[in-house]
């Protein structure tokens, strides 16, 4: 079906008049910082001096690059001032504590439902209405709700950030802010960063009096698995420090594993038990890794804990579906350890990403596709522990969408996912 119309009204829409001040203004604001005269600056443009802006205020590509170049700013940050804020039209300015708790207990419920864009809109007329900081970091920590449940994390980042650099916030808040940082982290593929927020959470609770069951299960055993994961990253990227990272690792799931079971029991809350199993697996996974357990037994392990899930629609609700994804991650990462694989490695680690597919499809989630959309590529391209340059994939339009997806949200996985469309047969 043509979408050609609806394109090019959501592009006016866009831009139009309002855009066209702001284009304005950053044409301005370039010749001034360059020190440029007008028809300096046109000609840097590539522009006419009496016609650097478009009447249409619809820039092309190629006025988007020349004035970023001009600013020494990325080009989306040029292309985001232009557009503006999306949602500035819901957008109120008059801070009102009654809007804001209502506003708060709406984003909530659309965080409790899975509507994450409409939450991200509540967000940010939350942020709008509200008087203090501590309602303002409140809005940020929606709004990185938002972005997490789309898997647009460089969005969450940055709202988390934002609420972040709020003052005299309460230490809850706070950390709960730091335990989505460090997980965001994590998703992203920064490994040091994931790890080092996730120490000082763990620094910052053992130094505190506070000892109430949600401050303990909410931040601590975040901390210590987003801590494990990271620590198991490092051990697979570095064979010479593996051991080391892993059994730190392991004591870090272990750790975890064991706050999220006390406390689900306490709170009743069945999903912790879905993140225990998930720290259970990543310690296997390690124990492997240290030479503590051998690889095919604690493979053969993860594959057993699949078999819940033979038909993932027999998965149980909640964290679950994410929690045998993360097994089938960490078996196949397990595998491509070895130097070299045999063709029952090749079959197994099919198996799991085969498996992990289905799982995030079924609880939409990206960094499980991004880890298996790798974990796929280096398998493909391994022979007898060699990498084989310039092995071709075969993409088909379901393949080319889910790269896409990947691509746009994790900047780490980009010249891989580029090369594969370059590389690639198309069918």
Request: net charge negative.
């Given at each position: 079906m043509?979408?050609?119309p609806?394109i090019?009204?959501?592009i006016?829409r866009?831009f139009?008049?309002p855009?066209k001040s702001?284009?304005?203004n950053?044409v301005?604001?370039?010749?001034?910082y360059?020190?440029?005269?007008c028809r300096e600056a046109a000609?840097?443009?590539?522009?006419?001096v009496?016609?650097?802006?478009p009447?249409?205020?619809v820039?092309?590509?190629?006025?988007?690059?020349r004035?970023?170049?001009?600013?020494?700013?990325?080009a989306?940050v040029v292309l985001d001032e232009?557009?503006g804020d999306a949602s500035?039209d819901h957008e109120?300015?008059?801070?009102?504590?009654?809007?804001?708790?209502q506003?708060?207990r709406?984003?909530f419920?659309e965080?409790?439902?899975?509507?994450?864009e409409e939450?991200?809109?509540l967000?940010?007329?939350?942020r709008?209405?509200?008087?203090t900081p501590e309602?303002?970091a409140t809005?940020?920590?929606?709004?990185?709700g938002?972005w997490?449940?789309?898997?647009?994390?460089?969005?969450?980042?940055?709202?988390?950030?934002?609420?972040?650099?709020?003052?005299?916030?309460?230490s809850e808040?706070?950390l709960?802010?730091?335990?989505?940082?460090?997980s965001v982290h994590h998703?992203?593929?920064r490994?040091?960063e994931?790890?080092g927020v996730?120490?000082?959470i763990?620094?910052?609770?053992?130094?505190?009096r506070?000892d109430?069951v949600?401050?303990?299960?909410g931040?601590l055993?975040?901390?210590?698995y987003v801590?494990g994961?990271a620590?198991?990253?490092e051990a697979l990227?570095d064979s010479s420090?593996?051991?080391?990272?892993?059994?730190l690792?392991?004591?870090?799931?272990?750790?975890?594993a064991?706050?999220?079971?006390?406390?689900g029991?306490?709170?009743?809350?069945a999903?912790?038990d879905?993140?225990?199993?998930?720290c259970r697996g990543?310690?296997?996974?390690?124990?492997?890794?240290t030479?503590?357990?051998?690889?095919?037994?604690?493979?053969?392990?993860l594959?057993?804990?699949?078999?819940?899930?033979?038909?993932?629609?027999?998965?149980r609700?909640g964290?679950w579906?994410?929690?045998?994804g993360?097994w089938c991650v960490?078996?196949?990462?397990?595998?491509?350890?070895r130097p070299q694989?045999?063709?029952?490695?090749h079959?197994r680690?099919?198996?799991?990403?085969?498996?992990?597919?289905?799982?995030?499809d079924?609880c939409s989630?990206w960094?499980?596709r991004?880890?298996?959309?790798?974990?796929e590529?280096?398998?493909r391209?391994r022979?007898r522990?060699?990498?084989?340059a310039?092995a071709?994939?075969t993409?088909?339009?379901?393949?080319?969408?889910?790269l896409?997806?990947?691509?746009a949200r994790f900047?780490?996985?980009?010249?891989?996912?580029?090369?594969l469309?370059?590389?690639?047969?198309?069918?």
């Open positions: 043509d979408r050609g609806d090019l009204d959501d006016h866009r139009g008049e855009s702001r284009l304005r950053l301005d604001f370039a010749q001034v360059r020190g440029w005269t000609a840097f443009l590539h522009r006419d009496l016609n650097v802006v009447g249409s205020g820039p092309k590509a190629d006025l988007i690059l004035l970023a170049r001009a600013l020494d700013s990325p989306p232009i557009c500035a109120t300015s008059n801070p009102d504590p009654a809007a804001f708790a506003l708060n709406e984003a419920k965080f409790e439902e899975g509507r994450f939450l991200v809109v967000a940010r007329r939350m709008a209405v509200a008087s309602e303002r809005a940020c920590l929606r709004e990185y938002g997490d449940g789309r898997g647009r994390y460089e969005h969450a980042m940055a709202a988390v950030q934002r609420g972040l650099a709020e003052v005299d916030l309460s808040l706070r709960s802010m730091l335990a989505n940082l460090s998703a992203l593929g490994l040091p994931a790890e996730a120490t000082s763990i620094d910052r609770v053992g130094r505190s506070l109430e949600r401050w303990r299960a931040y055993a975040t901390a210590h801590r994961q620590r198991r990253g990227r420090s593996r051991a080391e990272q892993a059994a690792a392991t004591a870090d799931f272990r750790e975890s064991r706050l999220w079971t006390a406390n029991g306490e709170l009743g809350v999903n912790y879905a993140a225990a199993f998930i990543g310690a296997a996974s390690c124990e492997a890794m030479g503590q357990r051998p690889v095919v037994d604690v493979v053969d392990e594959l057993a804990g699949l078999e819940a899930v033979v038909e993932v629609s027999a998965a609700p964290w579906p994410e929690a045998h993360w960490f078996g196949a990462e397990l595998l491509l350890t694989l045999s063709e029952e490695d079959r680690i099919a198996v799991f990403t085969n498996k992990g597919y289905e799982l995030a079924a989630h960094t499980l991004e880890r298996i959309l790798t974990i590529h280096v398998r391209t022979d522990g060699r990498h084989v310039g071709q994939t993409l088909d339009t379901e393949d080319l969408r889910l896409a997806g990947v691509m900047p780490a996985f980009r010249p891989l996912g580029w090369e469309v370059h590389s690639s047969r198309r069918i």
